[in-house]
């Protein structure tokens, strides 16, 4: 149980700063091409310098909104699928959230840096590691999918860090970092082709215009 501060007030998980929340397609990973609600809370304190999605590092920007409106939302999308999102979704309480998501048999996806402790019941958890700001030690072995993104040839070397940690079962994943996708993609196909236990996830969602 979390009790995050937003607003000089604790917060339980009964409510959660929604940034956004949409019904599109799920661009990346394992995923890629399935219908999904997403879910995206503020708040990150990451701060990696090629974040797409800045505008919600500060939770305090955001509504805090009921978990039982957010149900609501989901249910009336007529989705079976939802992916939790942000930000670092981690950072918020979501054993509600979840308890409410597995009670109307919704999937439960979680896409998350792994740096905040493990909350909420999840049938699939992407782990896409930073190096700023690392993983705690419970979560590497629970990643069903691991994504490392590739913005510089470093990146490999980090990426075969974090291989290690995860579980045998767990799908691997190099993701060329957007703004850089020009540039990096060849190195990526190269090193893929020399080190085959990887796949390639690219963001499918930019290339097609949708969220
Ligand atoms: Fe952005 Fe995600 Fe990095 Fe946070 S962890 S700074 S939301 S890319």
């Given amino acids: 149980m979390k009790n995050l501060i937003k607003g000089g007030i604790e917060q339980d998980g009964k409510v959660l700063p929604l940034v956004e929340e949409f019904f599109s397609i799920q661009g990346e990973g394992f995923h ?6 997403f ?12 974040c797409d999605s800045p505008f919600t590092w500060n939770p305090d ?13 989901v249910l009336k999308s007529g989705t079976d699928s939802v992916v939790v999102t942000g930000g670092e979704p981690l950072m918020w309480d979501l054993d509600l959230l979840c308890k409410e998501l597995k009670r109307n048999k919704i999937t439960t996806y979680l896409e998350t840096s792994g740096s905040y402790s493990l909350s909420g019941e999840w049938d699939w958890i992407c782990l896409s590691p930073k190096k700023n700001k690392r993983p705690l030690d419970e979560i590497w072995p629970k990643a069903n999918e691991l994504k490392v993104i590739i913005g510089e040839q470093e990146d490999f070397l980090w990426a075969e860090e974090c291989r290690k940690k995860v579980g045998k079962d767990c799908i691997l994943y190099l993701q060329p970092e957007w703004r850089s996708y020009k540039e990096i993609i060849p190195a990526i196909v190269d090193y893929v082709k020399r080190h085959p236990w990887w796949r390639i996830s690219l963001q499918t969602h930019k290339f097609m215009n949708i969220p």
């Fill in 39 to 50: 879910i995206r809370l503020g708040g990150c304190d990451i701060g990696c310098k090629w």
């Fill in 61 to 73: 920007l955001y509504p805090m909104v009921s978990v039982s409106e957010i149900i609501e939302n």
């Fill in 32 to 37: 890629t091409g399935k219908p999904a609600y």
